[in-house]
DNA sequence: GTGAAAGCGCTAACAA
DNA sequence: TTGTTAGCGCTTTCAC
């Protein structure tokens, strides 16, 4: 593998000057800038970045952490992360946790001994802690679809609340009045606030909250199976469910049609996310939208801001969700 | 940031000292190894993996290119590539190519910049050109779910062909005499495979091939759906499709349903991959599964071996894929 | 316009 | 058992 040395003895220029055509840097003469560029093309130098990044002090990397990457939904969420930060020369590093705090950790400290520039946090995180350790060893960090409360820090996500409400009131509009909500774990606030939206929506439907209508389960579709054989098996079951997110209202609707149900002239289901699943479900989600795309970019604005240091206040991004009106909600049964 | 240099002179022993302790070579004595660690820890100090990378020559990263992140079955495989990594020591770049060539020869470039230690092709490669040059840089690649006869490369990858094979023989068997296929491209090797599987079980069951029968798309829903329409028009259209992936069968029974027939009573049709859709898929999606976890497992094995050199042959390993019947296939309408 | 030289933070002989 | 020192491949003053 070619080096600059390699590069600079076969040009007959000195590696300053190879390091200047390579970076676009100092002035150069347009004559020796298009022999040394030729002389690379010919050696099939590749300038290294780690060498590069020892003394820049920049490695153009930028870690993503995330539940799990074979969830639709942050799959979506990476590949729209990658796509930004390709965009704007960063490298994405993706790490699983699972929501496990040990690997959180234990990337969490990996991501630092590489230097990464900054790191995107969609996971849950069990405690602050970790992310105030970043926060103070001054790594630049920002969360998506995730906030918290107690630091200051970048966030961008969707307005959990107002979806929330959207999904609930949509189905006190349809005349249910035993509504149903499936969170998937209520110390993570996205899942709190959606609960607090749909209590607020019943408020306003002049619905009475009723605690045992609240369920908590896993995140995905087998938990929303288990939440909704609970509901279902109540003394006054609910005739609508809000899941707060798709996975879960596909497991409604599974549960929902083995205990002979139809969805949704019996059961009302409504989920949360609008990944490609929502739509592919039978029948076809109703679903709260988030704009991924959207989610993505703005975060990789955020942290490559904090990177670039030419930002100081932090931010917190809140784009609006969308009721996405599909075959799984109708009127309730009478 | 605190260095080496930082931790040597906090605990009063030199930089090779810390050196050894950090990467438990030498021999050190107890009594200084635990004081050594002390001062990391109250330090909060973190190696620095790049100035490691340009001694060691070693980046513990490992690339991985694919055609989309935000499609399920490469998720669930950069999943399973990015566990089996991690348990190695490695960490993964992801990069979404969207088969696009030209982003294809931008990414190989970079990685090869950021110096890591080897690349996962998981994407069709126009050419093998690309392929090539790795190879002559003497980088170790490794494909998993591609393959590409003319080079010795390490490969893993399910037996397409008997997958073919399998997804056709299963609808001749139902009775079917009017099959069609939809393959993604015929360039790609995994595809071509797959039709070649596909007339072989026709042949077996004494049925004619018709070309006009083979249909060709995009490897997204929408491509299914294209497809599907082109082939039901026909003057005599297939009763059972087979598409080459889950997407493209799902693309089939939204266009069926559409035009009035009913699946699998009117129209049989069988998918590729197993991904989480096909289950989820109304009917359930008969498919052809493929292995993920083990694509990714054994594929970042091969990628290992190699870079730790102890490994000269190229290994092509090709898994067995299994039919799996669920609710999307049936009898020949009569 | 170009080059000499001092780092960046670590590893790995080789000495001591 | 520990320390000295020469790189690894690049960037960046600062002279020339």
């Known amino acids: 593998m070619a080096t600059i ?16 055509v390579i970076n676009e840097t100092g002035r150069i003469s347009e004559q ?18 780690v060498a590069s990044a020892l003394t820049k002090k920049r490695t153009n990397t930028i870690g993503l952490m995330l539940p799990d990457l074979s969830n639709l939904f942050f799959a979506e969420v990476a590949r729209s992360v ?6 704007k020369g960063y490298n994405v590093v993706i790490c699983s946790t699972d929501n496990d ?34 926060l103070d060893a001054r790594l630049p960090v920002a969360l998506v679809a995730r906030e918290s409360q107690r630091l200051a820090v970048d966030t961008v996500r969707v307005d959990d609340f107002l979806g929330g409400y959207l ?3 949509h189905l006190a509009q349809l005349g249910h009045e035993r509504i149903a909500v499936i969170a998937e774990n209520l110390r993570v606030s996205s899942s709190r606030e959606r609960v607090e939206g749909y209590k607020k929506a019943l408020e306003e439907a002049g619905l009475p909250f009723d605690e045992s ?4 389960s896993s995140f995905d579709i087998e938990g929303g199976k288990e939440a909704t054989r ?9 005739t609508a469910i809000f899941a707060c997110n798709d996975l879960l209202a596909i497991g409604c609707i599974q549960v929902g049609r083995a205990t002979g149900r139809s969805v949704p002239s019996q059961l009302s289901v409504v989920g949360f996310d609008n990944t490609l699943i929502a739509s592919l479900a039978e029948p076809p989600l109703t679903t709260v939208a988030q704009p991924i795309p959207d989610l993505g970019r ?5 942290i490559t801001q904090e990177i670039d240091g030419g930002k100081q206040a932090k931010q917190r991004v809140v784009l609006v969700p969308e009721l996405v009106l599909r075959g799984s909600t109708g009127p309730a049964p009478r």
Chains 1, 2 share one sequence.
């Open 5 to 20: 040395y390699d590069v600079a003895k076969e040009a007959g220029v000195s590696i300053a000057t190879v390091s200047k």
């Open 32 to 49: 020796t800038r298009k022999h040394v560029r030729a002389v690379m093309k010919e050696l099939d130098y590749q300038p290294s970045l």
């Open 82 to 87: 990658e796509d930004r930060a390709h965009e």
């Open 101 to 134: 705090a040990g690997k959180e950790e234990k990337y969490l400290a990996w991501l630092r001994q590489k230097r990464v520039d900054g790191i995107v946090l969609a996971t849950g995180m069990q405690s602050d802690k970790s992310v105030k350790s970043l």
């Open 167 to 169: 999904a609930a009131s």
């Open 213 to 216: 209508l609240v369920a908590v």
């Open 230 to 238: 609970r509901l279902l098996a109540l003394d006054r079951p609910p």
């Open 298 to 302: 703005h975060v990789v604005d955020l």
